[in-house]
């Protein structure tokens, strides 16, 4: 058994930037255990290739959900990455930070150190922004973020006109002075290959003597010595390992595996421990509890214009464009499915916005087995609105099923439990009908396909969005921060409560969602983690 001074499980969005800053002064050794593979495959590094790997297992735990009564009664398709660089490896690239009124919400929850004027600084020192550094962004760091402004699809400027036309203002930078309005989307990417953690942080760190990164390594319980982690076991081509850890054990596994990690160790719910036969080692009832999720839904139409159906579906299409790809890294398939998008209230009344907006210039409504069919869209010009929600109030838990650290856990997402939940959805559907419905789109519209023009009570459109609404993979918060062990599974400085040794750092610990996608502020969330780490281990 070696000894390391930190061992992190998990190599995804939190636990690469740990592993890269824990290990930059070449004082600590670090060992880094990743129950996937390399993350060298072109698919992945690809940005549009991640319709690929949507479903491809040799990089995806492909979890699935218990069917949901909230979703009528689906039992939806939970990708999350199993390689370097974790989800951030198949993600759809989109860069949000998240909105100050979140960050500040954290704080005042009795959560020091983590408002948004705390965070800021962090944000501006790990990102190089292809727009230019100011007042809100950040030029330098490890991870790359590309301005598509001038690389999107012709359509996208007509979304940008409808919504604007519709009410919405145009916003130049979703991670600037304001959320609201319309705009292009950022990426994580450069020079045309995708910007993983992985390839941003943990490659870097992977040159240094001081860092051993085991891949196919799956963690199946963390050791204790009394209330001390001081280890892990692991299982590693057929092969029962363990490894010592002299300062601290970090689980960065996500928000299934790390509740699925302390629940198989011995901590969370008492009665379901006891209900699969392991011991207790520290009961703590929030482990797995307290799931929140973005959901999504998208609106389709037929257009009278080209979209990206006409260059991705023929053969011919796709080697023009993958030609293109290759020679040059550029064109559709360098970008994210997401050009633009936006956010937006469904109620004047409320003091930020609740929805975000995604708009994409091809469609795929004819389902194709085995991927998920962005390169293979419709042979029809189609394009699509989507839409998710930004904080619901719906809760969720994830949960084992049994002992064996090969079992999925058991995943109850709730969606849609809450009225207010549903309430919202229904305005935000109609005002995506208010966008169609401007000048710039109408114009160009043959039909409304999905969900189709024969939808329009209230109680169709409800039962509509319950059908086709899906996770837009953004869950979080089942290993909750706060400073009360009754209600928090972490303090505010990221360690277990009740526990020594052991912190949990990625974005299972966030207090509640944010306003946006989670990936920016998970790799922040490794950052700050890493920083509060690195204070107490001189």
């Avoid at 698919?43 to 959900?65: E, I, R, S």
């Avoid at 797995?288 to 998208?298: P, W």
């Avoid at 839409?387 to 084992?400: A, T, V």
């Avoid at 918060?477 to 972490?490: E, H, I, K």
């Amino acid at each position: 058994m070696q000894t390391y001074d930190f061992i992190i499980v998990g190599s995804g969005s939190a636990g690469s930037v740990v592993a890269e800053r824990l290990s930059a002064s070449g004082r600590f050794s670090v060992l880094v255990l990743e129950a996937g593979g390399s993350d060298r495959r072109f698919y992945v590094q690809m940005p549009l290739g991640y319709g690929k790997t949507f479903f491809d297992p040799a990089v995806n735990w492909n979890y699935k959900a218990e069917p949901d009564p909230g979703l009528a009664g689906s039992a939806d398709h939970w990708p999350r990455g199993k390689l370097l660089g974790g989800s951030s490896s198949i993600n759809a690239m989109v860069y949000i930070r998240g909105a100050r009124e979140d960050f500040d919400a954290w704080a005042a929850a009795g959560n020091p150190g983590w408002s948004y004027a705390d965070l800021l600084p962090s944000f501006k020192a790990l990102e190089d922004n292809e727009a230019g550094a100011d007042k809100w962004r950040g030029v330098g760091g490890p991870l790359h973020i590309t301005d598509c402004s001038n690389a999107v699809h012709p359509l996208t400027k007509r979304y940008l006109v409808a919504a604007q036309q519709a009410g919405l203002p145009f916003n130049p930078d979703f991670n600037g002075a304001s959320q609201e309005g319309v705009g292009i989307y950022q990426i994580t990417t450069r020079n045309g290959r995708r910007m993983s953690a992985a390839r941003a942080f943990l490659r870097p760190a992977m040159k240094r003597r001081n860092v051993r990164v085991e891949t196919n390594a799956l963690a199946t319980k963390l050791l204790f010595e009394g209330k001390r982690a001081v280890g892990v076991e692991y299982e590693q081509n057929g092969e029962t390992r363990t490894a010592r850890a002299g300062r601290e054990v970090i689980v960065s596994s996500g928000s299934i595996n790390s509740p699925q990690l302390l629940q198989l160790s011995g901590v969370g719910p008492s009665a379901l421990l006891g209900s699969v036969g392991i011991p207790v080692i520290q009961a703590n009832e929030n482990v797995g509890a307290n799931l929140q999720d973005h959901v999504g839904i998208n609106y389709t139409f037929k257009g009278r214009l080209p979209t990206l159906n006409q260059v991705l579906r023929p053969w011919w299409g796709k080697l023009r464009v993958g030609m293109q790809y290759i020679l040059t890294r550029s064109g559709p398939l360098s970008l994210s499915m997401n050009n633009a998008g936006g956010f937006f209230r469904t109620d004047p009344a409320l003091a930020r916005p609740n929805m975000q907006l995604y708009f994409q210039a091809f469609s795929t409504v004819i389902p194709k087995n085995g991927e998920r069919p962005i390169l293979t869209p419709d042979p029809w010009p189609g394009f699509s609105i989507g839409l998710s929600n930004c904080r619901p109030s719906s809760r969720g838990e994830i949960m084992i099923r049994s002992k064996d650290p090969r079992d999925h856990p058991r995943i109850t997402a709730n969606a849609y439990s809450t009225n207010h939940d549903v309430d919202e959805m229904l305005a935000a559907v109609k005002f995506v009908r208010t966008i169609a419905s401007m000048p710039a789109m109408a114009e160009i519209i043959e039909e409304e396909v999905l969900p189709g023009p024969s939808i329009k009570s209230d109680a169709d459109l409800v039962q509509d969005f319950r059908k086709r609404s899906g996770t837009v993979y953004h869950p979080v918060s089942t290993c909750r921060m706060g400073p009360d062990a009754s209600r928090a599974v972490v303090d505010p400085r990221l360690k277990v409560h009740g526990l020594q040794g052991v912190r949990i750092i990625d974005a299972s610990i966030f207090p509640d969602n944010i306003t946006g996608n989670t990936n920016a502020a998970s790799i922040l969330t490794g950052w700050k983690g890493a920083d509060l780490v690195l204070e107490e281990h001189k």
